[in-house]
C-alpha cells in the first residue's frame, strides 16, 4: 500500500509498531496536514488501479499491529471478510483519524460501551479502544453489501462524505 511518508524518519525504533493517536510526536508538521486533510492516502489510487484496493471498503491495518488486534479484539479479522481493503470507508468519514468518535456525533453517545463494555477502570483508555468502534462500523459496511439497496445508500454516503471530511480537515 502506497502512502506519503507523515512521519519522522525511524519514528518507531523505540517502541515498535504502535497505533497512530491524536497529536501524536511523530508525525512531522507536513504530515499533520497531510494527514487532517487525508491527502497522505493519495498514492494509494495506484493500487486501486492496480486491483489490490478498492476505492470504499475497510482499511487494512498494519501486519505488525494486526496479530494483536486479533487477539485483543474478538471478529476483528472478520471485518475484511470477502472484502478489498479501501482507500476510504465507513469508519474514516464517521471517525477521527486516530478512531475516535465525534463529540456530539450519533456513535459518541455509545462509545463508552462500546469501548469497556464491562466498565473495568483498568481498561478505560486501552489501545483497542478505537479499534472496536472502528470494527463496528466496518463490519457495518460489510453488511450493507449483501443487499444492493443498503450498498447503493453505503457507497454514496461514503463517496459524498469522504470530500467534506477531506475539506474541512476532520481528521487529527
Not at 32 to 47: A, C, F, S, V, Y
Not at 93 to 114: K, R
Amino acid at each position: 500500500m502506497l502512502k506519503f511518508r507523515t512521519m519522522r524518519i525511524n519514528a518507531e525504533a523505540r517502541t515498535g509498531a504502535v497505533l497512530a493517536e491524536e497529536n501524536d510526536p511523530r508525525v512531522t508538521r507536513v504530515g499533520r496536514i497531510l494527514r487532517k486533510t487525508r491527502l497522505d492516502e493519495l498514492p494509494q489510487l495506484w493500487n486501486v488501479l492496480k486491483g489490490e484496493m478498492s476505492l470504499i471498503g475497510p482499511r487494512p491495518e498494519r501486519p505488525e499491529l494486526l496479530g494483536n488486534l486479533v487477539l485483543a479484539i474478538p471478529f476483528f479479522e472478520e471485518r475484511m471478510r470477502d472484502c478489498k481493503p479501501g482507500i476510504t470507508g465507513l469508519a474514516q468519514v464517521s471517525l477521527s483519524y486516530s478512531g475516535h468518535a465525534p463529540e456530539g456525533g450519533s456513535l459518541a453517545a455509545y462509545e463508552d460501551t462500546l469501548t469497556n463494555p464491562f466498565r473495568f477502570e483498568l481498561a478505560r483508555g486501552a489501545l483497542a479502544d478505537d479499534m472496536r468502534t472502528k470494527l463496528l462500523l466496518d463490519l457495518a459496511y460489510v453488511v450493507s453489501l449483501e443487499r444492493f439497496g443498503s450498498f447503493l445508500r453505503t457507497e454514496l454516503g461514503i463517496i459524498f462524505k469522504t470530500p467534506w471530511v477531506m475539506l474541512r480537515g476532520l481528521g487529527r
